[in-house]
């Protein structure tokens, strides 16, 4: 068969060099490939997933914008790239998105291991009998902060400050 048996057809475009009929508009072919996504816990969990939103000074401006794409990338299971039409939004920014806010639920988790384990240690030192003065120079803290320690260890529940939920300390 040579070029010049192929006619173009009509609504179609023709590429001469490759001997190829298109569709300029152009269409998806086969189905997008779906991999097995991990989704992370604090997806699910309303208050954590509110925390990791409101953690960031644009909140206000960008928390619904957010909220849309983690509800059609992990709930509804789109790819990227079908978030990205559905949204009017590049691809590019959809995967942005997502990565930041991984790294902001990181750091949250992070901040709350951090003062969890700060805790613990004070725990550790006030049930040993020490002063608060002294908790205040071994965990490198202010006396009301150590204070405030104190008191949360007398009660036995640490604050959570991701969710907002109690937690019981170990002693």
Not at 118 to 124: G, N
Not at 145 to 168: D, F, M, Q, W, Y
Request: positive net charge.
């Amino acid at each position: 068969m040579n070029s010049e048996d192929l006619v173009p057809i009509e609504g179609f475009g023709h590429d001469k060099k490759r001997n190829r009929t298109y569709v300029p508009e152009g269409y998806q072919t086969r189905t997008p490939r779906r991999r097995e996504k991990l989704v992370p816990d604090w997806v699910y969990n309303p208050k954590r997933r509110n925390a990791v939103l409101d953690s960031h000074p644009q909140a206000e401006y960008m928390k619904d914008t957010w909220s849309q794409v983690l509800y059609c990338f992990y709930n509804r299971r789109l790819t990227a790239q079908e978030t990205a039409d559905e949204l009017d939004m590049t691809c590019s920014a959809i995967k942005s998105v997502i990565r930041k806010l991984k790294r902001r639920a990181e750091r949250l988790d992070a901040k709350f291991a951090a003062k969890e384990a700060e805790l613990s240690h004070a725990s550790q030192l006030y049930s040993e009998g020490a002063s608060v003065r002294h908790v205040s120079r071994q965990l490198g803290v202010s006396v009301g902060k150590a204070c405030r320690l104190r008191s949360v260890h007398l009660k036995g529940i640490a604050p959570n400050p991701i969710c907002g939920e109690s937690t019981p300390t170990t002693a």
